[in-house]
């Protein structure tokens, strides 16, 4: 099947999609979207420095028209969520985004109700597009630099003005080996102090729910969800994280949760491994003395 | 300004996962019917808009005739008017399809808004494919809009930070959750002239789906029993923790 993938330049995103491009057989070309060297291991690159979806959607679409693309792919991210489904409609054809997993078909598994359900599809046409979820395929190690050709984008119909991003000091969440993660059972801003403290210790990052960002706490960039950061590591400490479907639907990969909170009765315990009863304000330091003694 | 808000009601996405439970592939009756997730940040910002534009807000929804009584939580938060086009496809194209038929009945509208995704299927897909459809500019991922003269100027939250995009003409956002648009709790006065609104009904057009077979929906299984540490001591609380995560080899 003639495949296309549509990414940032970003190691990581490119090498999830190529292993989901695997599934469709031939070796998949490439539109990468910004500035930057592009790895190896693609067929044809095409390249543009734009990034803003709504300008780049009509010369893709002549794109895949005239090369006669039959599997588009995208991950669910920003870009991918400007793009594909304007594109789709564009095109008449079918979109499944949030793509955790895929057969031979091909028939693709994406999540219902916030994660509480999983539905199964078969595509039944080509061309389709799918959008991909972060951390649910391994990264494909690309080697290598690619010589691209670029895509001419004309009639702009955005503009950026500014670009800032969030600093988030450390590891990235999405690559944290330990997510150290506060809800809105923190009760303050000051709450997050001392998980970065501890996620500091454990060479871990520090993510937030939604309810932790929808007060101000903490920054929308670190937000773990359905609609947040996808996140994947061994250990995921959720503290005064109620563990509202949505939450969860952003740690399905995580290997071990650890709950902290004040309520027995909260649902991050029926996903949790290893469970606390009690004041975060209590176990954390306790957490993060032991760390400190160990480390003496 | 016109501008015009897609609202969908949806069972109620506080149910945990413990108690969910599906009918035919879809969630059980007995759940609770609530305005989408970020549908109500979206309606917050179309209100936000109107009080500062003197404009007119229009909620648009497509779903069941029963739900009206929900919806009308849309109207309560600051909504003039409301369309609902009766229907229960989950069809994407259908969806949008009925969506545009609708916001072509209101008139000549210059902003609509939608929450980035449904609280059931998931998806975001339907505001892309209704910007579109409609030949208005999308930008997804929106917390905060200023509008100026036919121009605009928007903030989009992306996985790094956050981007400010300006552009002009008629265009579609969708709304994701920030600080600035965290749903007001409408007044009593409001709620209450809400319930004698008359809502405009519609009847659905029948476009072609998208060609995908929906093979099954299924509740995935959690077999993992939570081990609750004990917490009369919490420094060894703490090591035991730690000790245990290392030995399975977690740390």
């Not at chain 1, 403290?197 to 990052?205: I, K, Q, S, V, W």
Request: with cysteine; proline share 5%; aromatic share 6%.
């Amino acid at each position: 099947m003639k495949t296309l993938i549509v990414e940032i330049v970003d190691p990581a995103r490119l090498g999830e999609l190529y292993t989901v491009s695997k599934f469709f057989g031939e070796t998949p070309d490439l539109v990468a979207l910004g500035k930057g060297e592009v790895p190896g291991g693609f067929g044809k690159v095409y390249q543009t420095e734009e990034i803003l979806g709504a300008n780049i959607i009509e010369p893709l679409a002549d794109l895949i028209k005239s090369e006669g693309y039959e599997a588009i792919i995208f991950s669910s991210s920003t870009e991918g969520n400007s793009i594909a489904s304007p594109l789709a409609s564009l095109l008449s054809i079918p979109i499944l985004p949030e793509v955790i997993g895929i057969e031979e078909g091909p028939v693709i598994k994406k999540p219902l109700y916030g994660g509480k359900a999983i539905a199964t599809y078969k595509i039944e046409t080509t061309p389709f597009i799918i959008t991909v979820r972060r951390n649910c395929f391994e990264k494909e190690e690309l080697k290598g630099k690619s010589e691209t050709v670029p895509l001419e984008t004309k009639d702009k119909k955005l503009e950026l003005l500014a670009e800032r991003e969030e600093k988030v000091e450390g590891i990235p969440l999405e690559e944290a080996q330990v997510v150290v993660t506060g809800g809105r059972g923190l009760g303050s801003a000051d709450g997050f102090k001392m998980l970065k403290e501890l996620a500091d210790l454990l060479n871990g990052a520090v993510g937030a729910s939604r309810g932790a960002v929808d007060e101000g706490w903490a920054p929308p960039q670190i937000q773990v969800g359905q609609t947040g950061k996808i996140v994947a590591p061994n250990v995921y400490f959720a503290i005064g994280v109620s563990g509202a479907s949505q939450h969860l639907a952003g740690i399905t990969n995580a290997k071990c949760v650890v709950g902290i909170n004040i309520d027995e009765e909260a649902n991050i315990f029926k996903r949790a491994k290893f469970g606390i009863v009690e004041d975060y304000k209590k176990v954390v330091p306790a957490l993060i003395e032991v760390l400190k003694e160990e480390k003496v | 300004m016109n501008i015009v808000v897609c609202a969908k009601v949806v069972p109620d996405y506080e149910v945990p996962a413990s108690d969910f439970e599906l009918v035919n592939g879809r969630a059980h009756e007995r759940f609770t019917r609530v305005i989408g997730l970020y549908d109500e940040n979206a309606i917050e910002v179309g209100v936000q808009l109107k009080e500062k534009h003197n404009g007119n807000l229009t909620i648009v929804s497509y779903g069941r005739e029963d739900d009206i009584p929900v919806l009308r939580k849309a109207i309560a938060m600051g909504g003039d008017k409301m369309i609902l086009v009766i229907g229960q496809s989950d069809d994407p194209y259908v969806i949008a399809e009925n969506l545009k038929m609708a916001i072509e009945k209101v008139g000549d509208v210059d902003i609509v808004l939608a929450g980035r995704q449904s609280a059931d299927m998931d998806r975001g897909v339907v505001p892309g494919i209704l910007a579109a459809m409609l030949g208005y500019t999308f930008v997804p991922q929106v917390t905060k809009i200023e509008s100026l003269n036919g121009e605009w100027k928007v903030t989009q939250v992306t996985e790094k930070g956050v981007r400010e995009i300006k552009g002009k003409g008629k265009a579609l956002f969708s709304i994701t959750d920030d600080p600035s648009n965290v749903p007001r709790i409408p007044p009593v006065r409001r709620i209450l002239a809400a319930k004698k609104m008359p809502v405009e009904k519609l009847e659905e057009v029948k476009p072609t789906s998208m060609a995908v077979e929906e093979l099954s929906v299924e509740i995935p299984k959690m077999e993992i029993k939570c081990e609750f540490l004990p917490t009369e001591d919490l420094k060894e609380t703490a090591r035991m923790l730690l000790k245990k995560l290392k030995e399975e080899r977690y740390l």
